[in-house]
């Protein structure tokens, strides 16, 4: 079935309302999930992957390891990037802008992905970034984002790992400057990665607005799954509504 932009922001909102983000963070991880499936990136396969992490109330809070003038060291528990990195980049966005520039090591943390949006608000406030991660088991593939200062899109590029022995797969690497354009792809010989892909800023503005006159694909079953996380926040403030009544 076919959704606007609009029902699609809505509905996040309130599925990542329901699981008990509270406000300020259900919007952030709506509009990472938006970001990706409006600009061509599986935005809702991303958030089918992220379900089983991001309704994280039992998992450790976030961790600040390391600080230093120019670096940042976090340990996010295995909880979701949709929870964790939109609180990391604004640290390392105040850093980088104070000092320059800034390298971010996070470790322990799924759905890496969704860094692409936060490069995006790093680049309007004048802030070049760079991120590197790797992902899956057998196979791995390796991922690297880069956006310059003050563009609209970033580039993208993902390739396979023939022998993934030294895979980090649960750690996202950030560099942030306001020096320098940090921009960069995945290279290196056919017989280090296959599958190889690259999507260029111009790829991202041509999907954005393709999805945007268009509309946007969404399966029955996802939408129907969506909906009944979503319904968490009418039912709690159907409960409240009811319980302060019966207090007056």
């Known amino acids: 079935m076919l959704i606007s932009s609009n029902e699609l922001t ?9 699981m008990g983000y509270p406000v300020g963070y259900y919007e952030d991880a709506a509009a990472l999930v938006k970001w990706l499936q409006v ?3 599986q935005g809702f396969g991303e958030l089918q992957r992220a379900l089983p ?3 994280d109330r039992q998992r450790p809070a976030l961790q600040l390891l390391a600080e230093e003038s120019q670096s940042l060291l ?3 528990h295995g909880r979701s990037a949709l929870n964790c990195l939109p609180s990391i980049v604004e640290l390392a966005e105040t850093k980088a802008l104070e000092q320059g520039c800034v390298n971010v090591k996070v470790r322990n943390c799924h759905n890496r992905k969704f860094v692409l949006k936060l490069l995006v608000d790093c680049a309007r406030q004048g ?4 991120a590197y991660w790797q992902n899956g088991k057998q196979p791995v593939s390796e991922h690297v984002a880069s956006i310059a200062a003050g563009a609209v899109y970033p580039t993208y590029s ?3 790992l023939v022998d993934p022995a030294t895979a980090d797969t649960q750690t996202l690497t950030l560099l ?8 960069g792809q995945l290279h290196g010989s056919a017989s280090q990665r296959s599958g190889y ?3 260029s800023p111009e790829q991202f503005a041509r999907a954005g607005q393709g999805a945007l006159e268009g509309g946007m694909d969404i399966s029955i079953e996802l939408w129907q799954q969506l909906n009944q996380l979503a319904e968490a926040v009418l039912v709690e403030n159907s409960e409240q509504s009811r319980s302060g009544a019966g207090g007056r």
């Open 74 to 76: 976090f340990d996010c």
């Open 197 to 199: 892909r690259q999507v």
């Open 158 to 160: 993902e390739a396979l």
């Open 53 to 55: 992490y991001v309704a």
């Open 176 to 183: 942030l400057s306001t020096r320098i354009d940090l921009l």
């Open 10 to 18: 809505a509905l996040l909102k309130r599925v990542f309302e329901g």
């Open 39 to 41: 600009h061509g990136e």
């Open 127 to 130: 802030i070049s970034g760079l």
